[in-house]
């Protein structure tokens, strides 16, 4: 069985071909370059570029896979949550692809995707697992029961962890997306230089908030300079990268120890985080927790994890209606 996923939720345009479980061709196209100027994705530039894109890197997608577009048997496409001028883009173009061609199309859920995405690694865990989702656009905690089946368990009441990298990368004047720069300046700094607040919340809370650590840095910064010093940006960075990684690692075992779960899977962007996986690692060791990371390619958004989430929506529920609309909220959580 030949999927085709395609995805357009935010800022990447993406499409992928898998030969059922397996992802024989992954394109995508960045728009890094048309927001990084903004320090942030500008919603009205995204959905144009997208409008560019998205015929390109499908059959980009198609050429890679060494298919014709009549062999694909089933079309996967992120139908929320996310920006909806974006979603609208791949979403119209996949019905009117499913339209023409008769092609059944599934709508798949952008979370889903994301706890999915492991499973387009070597190693692949077992069901259940708690599940961390940690991007620019979200935070969340889930429990995954099946291929089907995720309950949210907690989710960010302010900042995406991602959003916090990027807005304290802005403020040091690092480019944009900024996780991967405040990732690289903290590889040679001194995490404990500094002490930045954890935000635990109540204390049985699975729930997140960062934009107290993000003004933190801020303050921070602004004292510094009133002292006229100079800004030691590689203890910076690493002070703050430690007190995320510190409350997403701890309140995800948390959540593994109260649901009884032994395993516990990383997704989205912020997933790549090397400290985030290495104090995942450790941790996990110590309270006998199993732990899987996605490959790199798949932690950030991509077609694959849409289709490989849409096959088992497909076998599931069948194939969807054309007339059902994107949306930009989550009835995940
Ligand atoms: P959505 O939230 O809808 O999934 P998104 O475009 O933010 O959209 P991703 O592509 O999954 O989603 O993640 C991008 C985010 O991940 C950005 O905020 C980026 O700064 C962050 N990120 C990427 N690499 C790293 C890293 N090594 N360390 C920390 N953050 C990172
Ligand atoms: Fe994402």
């Not at 960075?237 to 109260?258: G, H, N, P, Y």
Request: aromatic share 8%.
């Amino acid at each position: 069985m030949y999927i085709l996923g395609i995805e357009s939720s935010c800022d990447d345009t993406a499409a992928a071909v898998l030969k059922n479980d397996t992802v024989v061709a992954n394109v995508l196209t960045s728009q890094d370059a048309v927001h990084t100027k903004f320090g942030g994705v500008v919603p009205e530039l995204a959905s144009r570029k997208h409008l560019e894109s998205i015929h390109p890197v499908v059959e980009k997608a198609l050429e890679n896979a060494r298919i014709k577009l009549t062999d694909v048997d089933l079309i996967a496409v992120t139908r929320g949550p996310g920006l909806l001028g974006s979603l609208l883009v791949g979403f119209s173009y996949a019905k009117a692809l499913a339209h023409v061609t008769r092609i059944p199309l599934v709508g798949v859920d952008h979370m889903a995707g994301h706890i999915l995405s492991i499973f387009l690694s070597a190693n692949r865990p077992r069901f259940p697992y708690i599940a961390l989702i940690v991007s620019g656009g979200t935070s969340a905690i889930y429990l995954a029961e099946s291929f089907t089946s995720f309950t949210c368990l907690g989710r960010t009441r302010d900042d995406a962890a991602g959003e916090a990298f990027d807005k304290v990368a802005k403020l040091l004047g690092l480019p944009y997306p900024g996780g991967p720069h405040v990732s690289k300046k903290a590889g040679s700094g001194d995490p404990s230089a500094i002490k930045f607040p954890r935000s635990w919340l109540e204390d049985d809370s699975l729930d997140f908030s960062f934009s107290g650590l993000k003004t933190a840095v801020l303050n921070y910064v602004n004292k510094v300079k009133r002292q006229g010093q100079d800004l030691n940006l590689e203890n910076i960075c690493a002070s703050f990268q430690e007190a995320v990684v510190d409350v997403l690692v701890s309140k995800t075992i948390f959540a593994a120890r109260q649901y009884n779960t032994p395993r516990i899977v990383i997704g989205g962007g912020v997933s790549a985080n090397g400290r985030l996986r290495e104090s995942f690692t450790h941790r996990c060791d110590l309270e006998d927790l199993e732990f899987f990371a996605p490959d790199l390619n798949f932690c950030t958004d991509n077609g694959a994890m849409i289709g490989f989430a849409g096959r088992h929506v497909y076998e599931q529920s069948g194939k969807m209606e054309l007339d059902l609309d994107a949306y930009s909220r989550s009835p995940l959580g």
